[in-house]
Antibody, heavy 117, light 106 residues
């Protein structure tokens, strides 16, 4: 069926790195732009990054610009988020999500990232 | 960046009540607005795009607005509607969300 499955979350110390992955299935991954959206515990949704269907363009939230990199491998139907120089305020559930037109029409179940010493 | 301001932050309502949530953009965004519903511990679900109800979403949900002011209305609140609702603009990056409106049981 159509789904997005995130992986790679966990607990990491401040200043360290983590790489999230999102496996897509059930649809033609290479036809869709993809987002990462995060949600800190008990807080609202925060848009993080987007990548075009062909990886020709990316945009980032100011809070992660220069530290996070979104990428994709269309041959493996996989989306990534490389997170460097992690901070306590990056602690959140990270969702990958499909871009359809102007909206997000599909979300993964999320993966938790905890940044703590 | 475009700021999205939702009100109220929370609303306490009874089954059958009419509930209206508003979302205001800090600058005009045309009709480039979506509404999402998020239940506790779950991923958000798209329910409305501009003036269009998404497939499978009950018709008691309706959305309106353009420019800077938007509303999401639930005409007769049902038990499954208790959740947090977010608006999101897609006029420009970063594609900001409102802070959410939690619809609670009275």
């Amino acid at each position: 069926q159509v789904q997005l499955v995130e992986s790679g979350g966990g607990e990491v110390q401040p200043g360290r790195s983590l790489r999230l992955s999102c496996a897509a299935s059930g649809f033609t991954f290479s036809n869709f732009g993809m987002h990462w959206v995060r949600q800190a515990p008990g807080k609202g949704l925060e848009w993080v990054a987007v990548i075009w269907y062909d990886a020709s363009n990316q945009h980032y939230a100011d809070s992660v610009k220069g530290r996070f990199t979104i990428s994709r491998d269309n041959s493996r139907n996989t989306l990534h988020l490389q997170m460097n120089s992690l901070r306590a305020e990056d602690t959140a559930v990270y969702y990958c999500a499909r871009r359809s037109g102007i909206v997000i029409d599909m979300w993964g179940q999320g993966t938790m990232v905890t940044v703590s010493s | 960046d475009i700021q999205m301001t939702q009100s109220p932050p929370s609303v306490s309502a009874s089954i059958g009540d009419r509930v209206t949530i508003t979302c205001r953009a800090s600058q005009g965004i045309g009709d480039r607005l979506a509404w999402y519903q998020q239940k506790s511990g779950k991923a958000p679900v798209l329910i409305y795009v501009a003036s269009s109800l998404q497939s499978g979403v009950p018709s008691r949900f309706s959305g309106s607005g353009s420019g800077t002011d938007f509303t999401l209305t639930i005409s007769s609140l049902q038990p499954e509607d208790f959740a947090t609702y977010y608006c999101q603009q897609s006029e420009s990056f970063p594609q900001t969300f409102g802070q959410g409106t939690k619809v609670e049981i009275k």
